[in-house]
Protein backbone atom coordinates (compact mmCIF):
# COMPACT_ATOMS: atom_id res chain seq x y z
CA UNK A 1 0.00 0.00 0.00
CA UNK A 2 1.80 3.31 -0.55
CA UNK A 3 1.01 6.40 1.36
CA UNK A 4 -0.76 9.51 1.10
CA UNK A 5 -0.86 12.69 3.33
CA UNK A 6 -3.46 15.19 2.63
CA UNK A 7 -3.06 18.43 5.01
CA UNK A 8 -5.57 20.97 4.39
CA UNK A 9 -5.45 25.00 4.85
CA UNK A 10 -8.00 26.96 4.22
CA UNK A 11 -8.23 31.39 3.36
CA UNK A 12 -10.70 33.01 2.43
CA UNK A 13 -12.45 31.73 -0.37
CA UNK A 14 -9.57 29.01 -1.07
CA UNK A 15 -8.60 25.57 0.38
CA UNK A 16 -5.08 24.60 -0.18
CA UNK A 17 -4.80 20.75 0.19
CA UNK A 18 -1.20 19.64 0.13
CA UNK A 19 -0.32 16.11 -1.30
CA UNK A 20 2.49 14.50 0.05
CA UNK A 21 3.94 11.21 -1.34
CA UNK A 22 2.24 9.03 -3.77
CA UNK A 23 -1.48 9.23 -4.87
CA UNK A 24 -2.40 6.32 -6.96
CA UNK A 25 -5.47 3.49 -7.40
CA UNK A 26 -5.07 2.33 -3.76
CA UNK A 27 -5.96 5.87 -2.04
CA UNK A 28 -7.58 7.75 -4.34
CA UNK A 29 -10.39 8.15 -2.27
CA UNK A 30 -8.82 9.34 0.37
CA UNK A 31 -7.79 12.84 -1.37
CA UNK A 32 -11.11 12.77 -3.39
CA UNK A 33 -13.39 12.49 0.14
CA UNK A 34 -11.21 15.20 1.38
CA UNK A 35 -12.15 17.51 -1.60
CA UNK A 36 -15.43 17.16 -1.73
CA UNK A 37 -15.29 18.09 2.42
CA UNK A 38 -14.71 21.59 0.80
CA UNK A 39 -17.01 24.27 0.00
CA UNK A 40 -14.76 27.05 -0.84
CA UNK A 41 -14.78 28.70 -4.37
CA UNK A 42 -11.51 27.42 -5.26
CA UNK A 43 -9.55 24.98 -3.76
CA UNK A 44 -5.93 24.42 -4.64
CA UNK A 45 -4.00 20.77 -5.19
CA UNK A 46 -0.40 21.68 -3.68
CA UNK A 47 1.64 18.97 -5.83
CA UNK A 48 4.86 19.91 -4.41
CA UNK A 49 5.93 17.24 -2.10
CA UNK A 50 3.89 14.36 -4.32
CA UNK A 51 6.67 11.71 -5.37
CA UNK A 52 4.10 9.71 -7.16
CA UNK A 53 0.52 9.87 -9.28
CA UNK A 54 -0.58 7.20 -11.40
CA UNK A 55 -3.78 7.33 -14.00
CA UNK A 56 -6.20 6.72 -11.37
CA UNK A 57 -4.45 10.28 -10.00
CA UNK A 58 -4.82 12.00 -13.27
CA UNK A 59 -8.20 10.50 -13.36
CA UNK A 60 -9.43 11.83 -10.03
CA UNK A 61 -8.17 15.21 -10.47
CA UNK A 62 -9.85 15.60 -14.45
CA UNK A 63 -13.00 14.49 -12.33
CA UNK A 64 -13.05 16.43 -9.37
CA UNK A 65 -12.18 19.48 -12.23
CA UNK A 66 -15.05 18.50 -14.24
CA UNK A 67 -17.77 18.79 -11.59
CA UNK A 68 -16.44 22.23 -9.80
CA UNK A 69 -16.17 23.80 -13.38
CA UNK A 70 -20.04 22.23 -13.37
CA UNK A 71 -20.44 24.28 -10.26
CA UNK A 72 -18.79 27.38 -11.19
CA UNK A 73 -15.99 26.52 -8.83
CA UNK A 74 -12.44 26.13 -9.80
CA UNK A 75 -9.87 23.41 -9.18
CA UNK A 76 -6.03 24.44 -9.50
CA UNK A 77 -3.50 21.73 -9.62
CA UNK A 78 -0.02 23.47 -8.12
CA UNK A 79 3.48 22.71 -8.09
CA UNK A 80 3.60 19.79 -9.94
CA UNK A 81 7.19 17.96 -10.13
CA UNK A 82 8.68 17.70 -12.65
CA UNK A 83 8.74 13.96 -13.62
CA UNK A 84 4.35 14.11 -12.95
CA UNK A 85 4.08 17.20 -14.69
CA UNK A 86 5.13 15.51 -17.81
CA UNK A 87 3.52 11.96 -17.51
CA UNK A 88 0.01 14.71 -17.27
CA UNK A 89 0.91 16.32 -19.81
CA UNK A 90 1.49 13.40 -22.11
CA UNK A 91 -2.12 12.25 -21.21
CA UNK A 92 -3.72 15.73 -22.13
CA UNK A 93 -4.46 16.67 -18.41
CA UNK A 94 -3.72 20.14 -19.10
CA UNK A 95 -5.63 20.47 -22.53
CA UNK A 96 -8.63 18.94 -20.77
CA UNK A 97 -8.52 21.48 -17.93
CA UNK A 98 -8.08 24.47 -20.64
CA UNK A 99 -11.17 23.12 -22.00
CA UNK A 100 -13.32 23.20 -19.13
CA UNK A 101 -12.07 26.64 -17.95
CA UNK A 102 -13.28 27.98 -22.08
CA UNK A 103 -16.36 26.25 -21.22
CA UNK A 104 -16.68 27.33 -17.42
CA UNK A 105 -20.19 29.27 -16.56
CA UNK A 106 -19.99 33.24 -16.26
CA UNK A 107 -21.11 34.89 -13.20
CA UNK A 108 -22.85 33.30 -9.94
CA UNK A 109 -20.64 32.88 -6.87
CA UNK B 1 1.94 -13.34 -6.66
CA UNK B 2 4.78 -14.67 -9.71
CA UNK B 3 5.82 -11.24 -11.28
CA UNK B 4 4.10 -13.01 -14.85
CA UNK B 5 1.03 -14.07 -13.92
CA UNK B 6 -1.52 -13.15 -16.87
CA UNK B 7 1.46 -12.48 -18.82
CA UNK B 8 0.24 -12.57 -22.58
CA UNK B 9 2.59 -12.97 -25.68
CA UNK B 10 2.21 -12.75 -29.09
CA UNK B 11 4.03 -12.32 -32.43
CA UNK B 12 3.75 -11.82 -36.35
CA UNK B 13 5.57 -11.30 -39.19
CA UNK B 14 3.39 -9.89 -41.87
CA UNK B 15 3.73 -7.26 -44.61
CA UNK B 16 7.45 -7.74 -44.66
CA UNK B 17 7.73 -6.24 -40.28
CA UNK B 18 8.40 -8.78 -37.76
CA UNK B 19 6.75 -7.90 -34.30
CA UNK B 20 6.49 -9.32 -30.91
CA UNK B 21 4.87 -8.59 -27.49
CA UNK B 22 4.51 -8.86 -24.20
CA UNK B 23 2.31 -7.26 -21.60
CA UNK B 24 2.64 -8.33 -18.09
CA UNK B 25 -0.09 -7.61 -15.85
CA UNK B 26 0.23 -5.64 -12.15
CA UNK B 27 -2.35 -7.87 -11.19
CA UNK B 28 -4.49 -11.31 -12.13
CA UNK B 29 -5.76 -8.95 -15.06
CA UNK B 30 -5.01 -5.03 -16.13
CA UNK B 31 -5.85 -2.78 -18.13
CA UNK B 32 -2.87 -2.24 -20.99
CA UNK B 33 -3.37 -4.56 -24.20
CA UNK B 34 -1.90 -4.97 -27.56
CA UNK B 35 -2.84 -6.40 -30.94
CA UNK B 36 -1.04 -6.94 -34.31
CA UNK B 37 -4.20 -6.46 -37.17
CA UNK B 38 -2.94 -7.34 -40.41
CA UNK B 39 -5.01 -5.95 -43.38
CA UNK B 40 -4.65 -7.86 -46.67
CA UNK B 41 -0.81 -8.51 -47.61
CA UNK B 42 0.50 -5.30 -47.90
CA UNK B 43 -0.75 -3.53 -44.26
CA UNK B 44 -0.21 -4.06 -40.36
CA UNK B 45 -1.79 -2.27 -37.94
CA UNK B 46 0.18 -1.98 -34.16
CA UNK B 47 -1.65 -1.11 -31.16
CA UNK B 48 -0.73 -0.69 -28.06
CA UNK B 49 -3.16 0.47 -24.83
CA UNK B 50 -3.93 1.29 -21.01
CA UNK B 51 -6.96 1.55 -19.38
CA UNK B 52 -7.04 3.93 -16.37
CA UNK B 53 -7.06 2.09 -12.74
CA UNK B 54 -6.15 -1.67 -12.43
CA UNK B 55 -7.58 -4.62 -12.11
CA UNK B 56 -10.78 -6.86 -13.52
CA UNK B 57 -12.70 -2.96 -13.94
CA UNK B 58 -9.88 -1.73 -15.88
CA UNK B 59 -9.73 -5.14 -18.23
CA UNK B 60 -13.52 -4.91 -18.54
CA UNK B 61 -12.96 -1.33 -19.92
CA UNK B 62 -9.54 -2.55 -22.09
CA UNK B 63 -11.74 -5.77 -23.83
CA UNK B 64 -14.30 -3.17 -24.59
CA UNK B 65 -12.16 -0.94 -26.59
CA UNK B 66 -9.96 -3.71 -27.66
CA UNK B 67 -13.03 -4.87 -29.82
CA UNK B 68 -13.96 -1.37 -31.14
CA UNK B 69 -10.00 -1.01 -32.24
CA UNK B 70 -10.82 -4.39 -34.35
CA UNK B 71 -13.81 -2.58 -36.02
CA UNK B 72 -12.75 0.43 -36.92
CA UNK B 73 -9.08 -1.18 -37.92
CA UNK B 74 -11.03 -3.85 -40.27
CA UNK B 75 -12.46 -0.77 -42.13
CA UNK B 76 -8.86 -0.25 -43.73
CA UNK B 77 -9.37 3.72 -43.44
CA UNK B 78 -6.39 6.04 -42.58
CA UNK B 79 -5.03 6.51 -39.31
CA UNK B 80 -6.37 9.31 -38.18
CA UNK B 81 -9.51 9.04 -39.27
CA UNK B 82 -9.29 5.08 -37.23
CA UNK B 83 -8.49 7.24 -33.91
CA UNK B 84 -11.39 9.70 -34.70
CA UNK B 85 -13.85 7.05 -34.67
CA UNK B 86 -12.12 5.09 -32.13
CA UNK B 87 -12.71 8.17 -29.59
CA UNK B 88 -15.99 8.56 -30.90
CA UNK B 89 -17.44 4.94 -29.83
CA UNK B 90 -14.53 3.85 -27.26
CA UNK B 91 -14.05 7.17 -25.64
CA UNK B 92 -17.65 7.72 -25.20
CA UNK B 93 -17.91 4.51 -22.56
CA UNK B 94 -15.35 5.58 -20.88
CA UNK B 95 -16.42 8.67 -20.54
CA UNK B 96 -19.79 7.26 -19.00
CA UNK B 97 -17.72 4.96 -16.86
CA UNK B 98 -15.55 7.99 -15.48
CA UNK B 99 -12.38 6.80 -16.94
CA UNK B 100 -10.22 7.08 -19.55
CA UNK B 101 -7.49 5.38 -21.76
CA UNK B 102 -4.21 5.79 -23.50
CA UNK B 103 -3.95 4.85 -27.21
CA UNK B 104 -0.67 4.43 -29.64
CA UNK B 105 -1.64 3.28 -33.22
CA UNK B 106 0.65 2.39 -35.47
CA UNK B 107 0.45 1.69 -39.65
CA UNK B 108 2.96 -0.30 -41.22
CA UNK B 109 2.95 0.16 -45.38
CA UNK B 110 4.53 -2.93 -47.03
CA UNK B 111 5.14 -0.68 -50.46
CA UNK B 112 6.66 1.98 -49.10
CA UNK B 113 8.11 1.16 -45.80
CA UNK B 114 6.32 3.94 -44.29
CA UNK B 115 5.17 3.43 -40.41
CA UNK B 116 2.54 6.24 -39.51
CA UNK B 117 2.09 6.61 -36.00
CA UNK B 118 -0.36 8.58 -33.56
CA UNK B 119 -1.03 8.72 -30.44
CA UNK B 120 -3.85 9.29 -27.52
CA UNK B 121 -2.22 10.26 -24.10
CA UNK B 122 0.18 7.54 -24.52
CA UNK B 123 4.17 7.57 -24.32
CA UNK B 124 5.28 8.21 -27.67
CA UNK B 125 7.19 5.19 -29.89
CA UNK B 126 10.64 4.88 -30.61
CA UNK B 127 12.53 4.56 -33.67
CA UNK B 128 16.11 2.99 -33.67
CA UNK B 129 18.20 3.37 -37.18
CA UNK B 130 21.59 1.98 -36.95
CA UNK B 131 22.98 3.25 -33.94
CA UNK B 132 20.64 6.21 -33.38
CA UNK B 133 17.11 6.98 -31.66
CA UNK B 134 14.35 9.02 -32.15
CA UNK B 135 11.17 9.48 -30.12
CA UNK B 136 7.90 9.97 -32.67
CA UNK B 137 6.14 13.04 -32.36
CA UNK B 138 3.13 12.17 -31.11
CA UNK B 139 1.08 13.81 -29.25
CA UNK B 140 -2.99 13.93 -28.27
CA UNK B 141 -5.50 13.87 -25.44
CA UNK B 142 -6.03 10.59 -24.36
CA UNK B 143 -9.54 8.40 -25.19
CA UNK B 144 -12.63 9.39 -23.21
CA UNK B 145 -11.44 13.12 -21.82
CA UNK B 146 -12.48 14.78 -24.98
CA UNK B 147 -16.25 14.14 -27.33
CA UNK B 148 -13.52 14.61 -30.50
CA UNK B 149 -9.85 13.38 -30.83
CA UNK B 150 -7.32 16.63 -30.36
CA UNK B 151 -3.78 15.41 -31.45
CA UNK B 152 -0.54 16.16 -33.25
CA UNK B 153 -0.94 15.35 -37.33
CA UNK B 154 0.48 11.45 -37.79
CA UNK B 155 4.15 11.37 -37.24
CA UNK B 156 5.49 9.20 -40.69
CA UNK B 157 9.09 7.27 -40.49
CA UNK B 158 10.72 5.18 -43.73
CA UNK B 159 12.15 2.19 -42.24
CA UNK B 160 15.42 0.63 -43.79
CA UNK B 161 16.08 -3.08 -43.18
CA UNK B 162 16.80 -4.27 -39.85
CA UNK B 163 15.14 -0.39 -37.84
CA UNK B 164 13.72 -1.14 -35.17
CA UNK B 165 10.31 0.71 -33.55
CA UNK B 166 9.09 0.08 -29.57
CA UNK B 167 5.80 0.60 -28.17
CA UNK B 168 5.84 0.90 -24.62
CA UNK B 169 3.38 1.68 -21.20
CA UNK B 170 4.60 3.70 -18.59
CA UNK B 171 4.29 1.06 -16.15
CA UNK B 172 7.85 -0.24 -18.58
CA UNK B 173 9.85 2.69 -17.32
CA UNK B 174 7.77 3.79 -14.52
CA UNK B 175 9.23 0.05 -12.55
CA UNK B 176 11.32 0.18 -9.71
CA UNK B 177 14.11 -1.72 -7.98
CA UNK B 178 14.05 -2.10 -4.45
CA UNK B 179 15.65 0.57 -3.76
CA UNK B 180 12.82 2.78 -5.35
CA UNK B 181 14.96 3.68 -8.46
CA UNK B 182 12.73 3.57 -11.67
CA UNK B 183 13.97 1.83 -14.94
CA UNK B 184 13.89 4.68 -17.13
CA UNK B 185 13.52 5.64 -20.93
CA UNK B 186 17.66 5.99 -21.21
CA UNK B 187 17.88 2.67 -20.13
CA UNK B 188 15.00 1.56 -22.51
CA UNK B 189 17.00 3.19 -25.41
CA UNK B 190 20.32 1.30 -24.42
CA UNK B 191 18.88 -1.70 -23.85
CA UNK B 192 17.43 -1.67 -27.30
CA UNK B 193 20.49 0.27 -29.14
CA UNK B 194 22.70 -2.58 -27.73
CA UNK B 195 20.22 -5.37 -29.05
CA UNK B 196 18.61 -3.55 -32.30
CA UNK B 197 20.47 -6.83 -34.46
CA UNK B 198 18.11 -9.17 -32.41
CA UNK B 199 14.99 -10.23 -33.68
CA UNK B 200 11.77 -8.89 -32.55
CA UNK B 201 11.32 -11.65 -30.38
CA UNK B 202 14.68 -12.09 -29.35
CA UNK B 203 15.09 -8.13 -28.61
CA UNK B 204 11.50 -8.72 -26.61
CA UNK B 205 12.94 -10.78 -23.96
CA UNK B 206 15.93 -9.48 -23.92
CA UNK B 207 14.40 -6.30 -22.89
CA UNK B 208 12.51 -7.87 -20.41
CA UNK B 209 15.35 -10.15 -18.69
CA UNK B 210 16.42 -6.71 -18.31
CA UNK B 211 13.90 -4.80 -16.59
CA UNK B 212 13.68 -7.93 -14.46
CA UNK B 213 17.28 -7.86 -13.55
CA UNK B 214 16.56 -4.10 -12.80
CA UNK B 215 13.63 -4.61 -10.47
CA UNK B 216 14.96 -8.21 -8.99
CA UNK B 217 11.49 -9.31 -10.51
CA UNK B 218 9.73 -7.47 -7.29
CA UNK B 219 5.87 -7.11 -8.00
CA UNK B 220 5.39 -4.34 -9.63
CA UNK B 221 2.27 -2.12 -9.03
CA UNK B 222 1.61 -1.12 -13.20
CA UNK B 223 0.86 -3.01 -16.08
CA UNK B 224 4.24 -3.34 -17.97
CA UNK B 225 3.51 -3.63 -22.05
CA UNK B 226 5.97 -3.51 -24.54
CA UNK B 227 5.83 -4.03 -28.15
CA UNK B 228 8.90 -4.33 -30.88
CA UNK B 229 8.19 -3.96 -34.67
CA UNK B 230 11.37 -4.82 -36.85
CA UNK B 231 11.70 -4.90 -40.86
CA UNK B 232 12.72 -7.84 -42.06
CA UNK B 233 16.16 -7.60 -43.68
Known amino acids: MSGLEVSVNREKDRTILR ?91 | MALDAGRIEKQIIHAGIQG ?62 MMEQINERGGKQLRLARSFATLCLI ?25 KSRILRVKGVALGLLESYQGTEPDTVSLAPGDVVLLYTDGLVEARNGQGQTYGLKRLENITLANSCQNAIQLRDTILNDLFTFTGRKQQRDDVTLVILKRGR
Open chain 2, 107 to 131: SYEMYNARLISLSAGHPAPLAFSGN
Open chain 2, 20 to 81: AGCSIPAEVEGGDFFDFIPLGKERLIAVIGDVMGKGSRAARHMKDLRAIVHTCAGNNMPLLT
Open chain 1, 19 to 109: VAGELDFSNINQLQQEIERQETKTIEIDCSALQFMDSSGAGLLLSIARVLNQQNRILEITHIPEHIYHDLDIIGVFRVLESFKASRPTGGN
